[in-house]
């Protein structure tokens, strides 16, 4: 299972319930689908090769009320290779100094039953739905 982990001072030091599937916000009018395939390419820095062979894994809630949409599909991206987009934002707090970070700072493969530890918590329904297809 590929995760990624976010990005900015405020994860640098998390990391078990930290990671996430690549995902990023709909824009108006945005089908999910399209939002998950250019969130991809935008925070791995390479599209999906296999588009086409993409497996639904339905929605979830997450603590902050996102809803997140998924799809799963086989792959082997390099994690080493991985340039993901940007974030500004004002760093340290009150300092009136902006910032660039990425919005991942890496991604990693990981077992099913790793992934279920490094994984933000709302997030681990997407592994029974994907061990349910296996």
């Known amino acids: 299972m ?7 001072p405020f994860w640098a030091r998390r990391d ?5 599937i690549p995902k990023g916000e709909y824009d ?3 089908e999910p689908l399209a939002c998950a395939l250019r ?17 639904p894994l339905g929605e979830v809630r997450q603590r902050n009320r996102k809803l997140v949409t998924a799809w799963a599909a086989e792959g082997d991206l390099d994690p080493r290779a991985v ?3 940007a974030f500004t934002m004002e760093w340290p707090p ?11 700072d890496r991604a990693e493969w990981f077992t ?3 992934a279920r530890e490094k994984l ?3 997030q681990v329904p997407f592994l029974d739905r994907l061990e349910e297809r296996r």
């Open 2 to 8: 590929l995760l990624v982990h976010p990005g900015g």
């Open 16 to 20: 078990e319930g930290a990671w996430s």
């Open 28 to 30: 108006d009018g945005e």
């Open 39 to 55: 969130e991809f390419e935008e925070e791995l820095g390479s599209a999906l090769e296999h588009a086409g062979d993409l497996v």
């Open 83 to 85: 340039r993901s987009n």
């Open 94 to 104: 009150r300092s009136g100094r902006m910032q660039a970070f990425p919005e991942i």
């Open 112 to 114: 099913l039953a790793r």
């Open 120 to 122: 933000i918590e709302a």
